[in-house]
Structures are given as C-alpha cells and as structure tokens.
C-alpha cells in the first residue's frame, strides 16, 4: 500500500532516507538557486508581461508542489524564458497589458496548462513529449532566444517598440532610435557586459585569487544580484527616474495572494489552443533537463509522473498570484551542480524566496528595467544554437529543413506559429520516415549463412530469386510502398520466380498491411511468381495465422532466411528436373 501511494507522491519515497548530509547540501543548493532565481524571477515576469511580483509568486508554491509530486532530484521549478515569452504572446491577443485583465488571463493559462498537464499524466501519456523531435525543439528555442533577446533591447535603450516577430521588433526598434535615453544606455549596456563577465571570467578569477571552488561558484552565481543592486543604488542616488531612466516601481510586499482564475467560456476556449502549447514545449524541456541531470547519478525520471508534477505546479501558480512555469534548464543544472540531493531543495529556494518578498521587495522600487532586460539577454543568449543547422544539413536534410523552417516561422511569424508549425513538422517528418520504410536487396555472403544488401557487400544473388530485407513494421501508411517496390522488380519478362520477404525487423503487420500483403500474393501468383516469407517473429506470425494470407500464400513460410537460399536458390529448371 505505501509502495503504490509512494509511486503517486515521490516525497514519501526519497523522504524515508532523508538525513543530515543531504540537509546541508540542499540547503546550500537552496541559498545558491534562491540569489539566482531572485532578479531571474523578477526579470521573467516583465517578460511575461505581468507585474515583478509575479515572477517571485510563480517561483513559491510551484516549487512546494513539485517537490511533492515530481521525481527528479535536481529539477529546479518556475518561471522561464520560453514560457514566458509564449505567456505573453497567448495572453496579449485576449487582454490589454497592464490591466486586471491581462493578469487574470495569466492566471486561467497556467490553471489550463497544468490541468492538461494533470490529464495526460493520470492517463500515462509521457510519451506525448516524443512529437516534437530534438532537431525541431532545439530549432524553436534558438530561435525563442533571439526573440526574446530582442525584445529586450527596448529596455536597454530606454524607448518604446513593440512586436510580435523579429521583423515586427526590429523595424519598430529602428523606428524609435532617435529616442533613445542615455542614461538607459549606459546601465543597459554596462549590466550586460557585466553580467556576461561574471557568467565565464568570475568564478575562475576568484579561484585563483585562493578561494575555494563552492565559495568562487556562490559567489559568481551572485552576480545578477550584485548588478541589480548596485544599478538601483546609482538610481536611487543620482536620480535617474526623473533622468527618464524606468524603474520596476512598488512591488508588493507579503505573501504571494489567494486568486482565482477567470473561467470564462469564451476566454477559455481562445487560451486552450495557446495551454496546450506551452504544455507540451514545457514538458519538454523540463523532461530533458531532468532525464540528463538524472543520468549522471543513475537515478530514473517517471515522465508520466513528471506531467503529474508539473501539472499540479502550475495549477498551484493558478491559485498563488503566478503564471505558466516548467523545468528551467540553467537553474536546475545550477542545483544540480551545488549539490543539491532532494526536491526538498527546491521547498529551501521556496522558501528563501518567500522571504524574499516579505523583506526585501521594498528595496527593489528604483531597480532599473535596463538590468532586468541585461539579465534576460544574458540567460536566452545561452540557449541560442545555431550550429544545429550545420549538424543536421551534415547528417539529414530531412531534419535540416524542419529546424530551418521552425526557426524562419518562429522568427517571422512569432511563438505561437512557430511551435505550431515545430509540432507540425515534427509529427510529419516522422509520417514521411514512416511512409518509406528502409527495404533492402540482400544476397548471400560467401562462405557464411549471413545476408546483406547487395548495395553494401560483395554477396552471392540468383537472378530468378528475389530476397528483400524489411526493415520496419508494416502499417497502412508504409505497406503500399512496399508493394509498389516489389511490383516494379517484378516486370514483364525478368527471369524472376521467387521473391522473399525477410521481416527480422518486422514487430508488427497491421489490418491495413495484411490487406496489401495479400493483394501483393494474388498480383504474384497471377504473374506465376510465388511469394515467401522467413523469419518472422512470433507474435506477428501469430496474427498471420489467423488470417487468409499464410492459407492462400502462393509460397512457404521459413525459418530462417538461409533455409529460404537452400530451398530456393536452384533454378526452376532444375526443380523441375528433380
């Protein structure tokens, strides 16, 4: 009974063995993820479009409830930026930004996305996440990175632009440039350079002043903070708001609040689409994330417990103030890297964070927007890959085209489009793959009881016996291929009797299939061509049994397919001899 209740709720699983040492490693995790995550958080909401509070709101009880519910140890839950940059493009087609609209909208995404979330998990649909294929995903989020960076740039210079493509953004940017503040400017670009300092020079640099490696790795980790708060400090004190110089304002202090998401009909229905979306990119990433830091210390991800964990934080950033959240990758592999041993590590960072919005919001009010923006750019910056073009236009067209044309829509169409077209495209080339499965010529090599393509090896063949090696199941989208194939070798007047299918690799045959097998037996026999099979695995001939096909076939059924060439290989003539 505990064993079955633990499959549900993890916490009681690894919280049975949960002592001192662990403690202390995730409490430093903790403190490590809660300095990163504080102006990250604040950072993600403005991308979001809500107020800096959210992003913190959104970072609390998400946190709690996966710890609860999901299973990796080192997944660090909340607000990201491809999730919050999907948020604002869902929300801002249906309300206003800036409105009690706009924030009950975000509220109604993240209470759909974990409901969805909730429902495959409990139907024990992990699998979902193998629609998007890696090339397409990792497509979609350079892509997500280079929007997203330039949608920052506003903040950086100080003027106003808008849009929701990079053509869109970059024109409007162009358009205001006259605009720009220079006080704005300089804090922009001077947290940037900063920020991208600290990510790669810090923490060496301090190593070889004589620190050791977890105190330099804090202490660089604590770079964003140091930003922010020497930028509000030089704000504050020379007076740049009333320079033009925009600042996050009043952010709330206390505990994240009670809401309750808007379940208008008409509401819900144009959030839906745009949920399920973000569901399934979220999963995503978080379950590669969590799958790869769960590797390295040969611990096993549930990915069906995963969609449970997931889904129950964000249907608690629902009800706590917060929007869409998911498995970020640069926080979890941080407390994954600080040593975190539980999810309790994450309730550490939760709390820290609760703390954090009841003593420390007030200090935020002169924090510049420019720093926020700096932040934003430096983390997406990361994420961007273009080298996934040069990989795959190396090893598949297929997949080249599919990244390139996810990344084109993306970038000149938006989020929406672009992971549209992703899953599209993900699920079509793999009907494409499908549709034409690998079937190969094999002949016999000399000497042993082996067949291979005759394209590859130097191998013996009979000119009246055809062998064709099957190298998929066979389903309805591939069966006619296969027809086709055997139907054009077999021509008026080629000296073909006999043709062999070997289905080694054949795990399955369905209705469809079977049909078109036995159409492709009747067209055979009507030429005087017999069909054959060998090897065909024992569930499948199970079904073959029960069928016409293996009663009507014009040929045998064999073992193995040397037992076919044995059998076969003669000449008819000399059959009939015989």
């Not at 080249?400 to 970038?411: E, G, K, N, R």
Request: aromatic letters at 8%; a neutral charge; hydrophobic letters at 50%.
């Amino acid at each position: 009974m505990f064993d079955r209740l633990a499959r549900y709720l993890p916490v009681l699983d690894w919280g049975r063995h949960y002592d001192r040492n662990a403690f202390a490693n995730d409490m430093v995790a903790a403190v490590i993820v809660t300095i990163m995550l504080v102006p990250q958080s604040l950072a993600y909401a403005l991308l979001a479009g809500l107020p800096a509070e959210a992003g913190i709101y959104a970072s609390i009880a998400p946190i709690v409830l996966y710890a609860i519910f999901g299973t990796s140890r080192a997944l660090a839950v909340g607000p990201v930026a491809v999730v919050s940059l999907m948020t604002a493009s869902a929300v801002g087609q249906v309300a206003q930004t800036g409105t009690a609209g706009y924030a009950a909208a975000a509220l109604t995404l993240a209470f759909l996305s974990g409901a969805f979330l909730l429902v495959l998990g409990i139907m024990r649909m992990g699998w979902v996440a193998n629609f998007l294929s890696h090339p397409v995903i990792a497509g979609f989020i350079t892509a997500s990175g280079i929007l997203i960076a330039t949608s920052q740039l506003k903040h950086i210079l100080g003027i106003s632009a808008s849009g929701h493509n990079l053509i869109e953004m970059v024109g409007s940017l162009l358009e205001h440039l006259n605009q720009v503040n220079l006080p704005t400017l300089v804090i922009g670009v001077a947290a940037t350079a900063f920020l991208f300092w600290v990510r790669k020079g810090l923490k060496p640099l301090l190593i070889e002043a004589g620190l050791g490696p977890r105190m330099a790795d804090i202490i660089a980790k604590a770079g964003p903070v140091a930003a922010v708060a020497v930028t509000t400090l030089v704000t504050w004190a020379l007076g740049l708001k009333d320079a033009g110089v925009k600042i996050v304002g009043e952010v709330p202090q206390g505990l994240p609040p009670l809401t309750m998401p808007d379940f208008a009909p008409d509401l819900v229905a144009q959030l839906a689409l745009p949920a399920v979306l973000i569901s399934i990119i979220g999963f995503v990433e978080s379950i590669s994330v969590a799958q790869t830091l769960a590797a390295k210390k040969r611990q096993r991800i549930d990915p069906d417990q995963e969609l449970i964990g997931l889904g129950a934080a964000n249907i608690g950033a629902a009800f706590t103030g917060g929007y869409p959240v998911t498995g970020g990758f640069a926080r979890s592999v941080v407390n994954f890297d600080a040593g975190a041993e539980t999810p309790a590590a994450g309730a550490f960072t939760a709390m820290g964070l609760l703390l954090a919005s009841l003593f420390l919001t007030p200090l935020l009010y002169f924090l510049p927007k420019a720093t926020l923006a700096a932040t934003i750019i430096v983390a997406v910056l990361s994420l961007v890959d273009l080298s996934i073009l040069r990989k795959t236009w190396g090893y598949s067209r297929a997949d080249f085209l599919a990244v390139a044309a996810t990344i084109l829509v993306t970038l000149g169409a938006g989020v929406e489009a672009g992971v549209a077209s992703g899953v599209l495209l993900s699920i079509g080339l793999h009907l494409y793959k499908s549709a034409r499965p690998h079937v190969a010529e094999v002949g016999l090599v000399p000497g042993t009881q082996h067949f291979r393509n005759v394209q590859r090896h130097r191998v013996e063949t009979r000119p009246h016996l055809l062998t064709l090696r099957v190298d998929e199941s066979l389903f309805f989208v591939n069966a006619r291929f296969l027809e086709d194939m055997v139907l054009e070798r077999v021509t008026e007047g080629c000296p073909i009797t006999d043709v062999v299918l070997m289905m080694s690799a054949v795990n399955e045959v369905d209705y469809s299939a079977l049909e078109t097998l036995e159409e492709l037996n009747r067209r055979l026999r009507d030429m005087g061509v017999r069909l054959h099979l060998s090897e065909v695995k024992g569930p499948v001939m199970d079904r073959l049994e029960r069928s016409h096909l293996i009663r009507d076939l014009s040929g045998q059924v064999f073992l193995s397919q040397y037992d076919a060439w044995r059998e076969l290989s003669d000449t008819p003539k000399h059959r009939a001899a015989e």
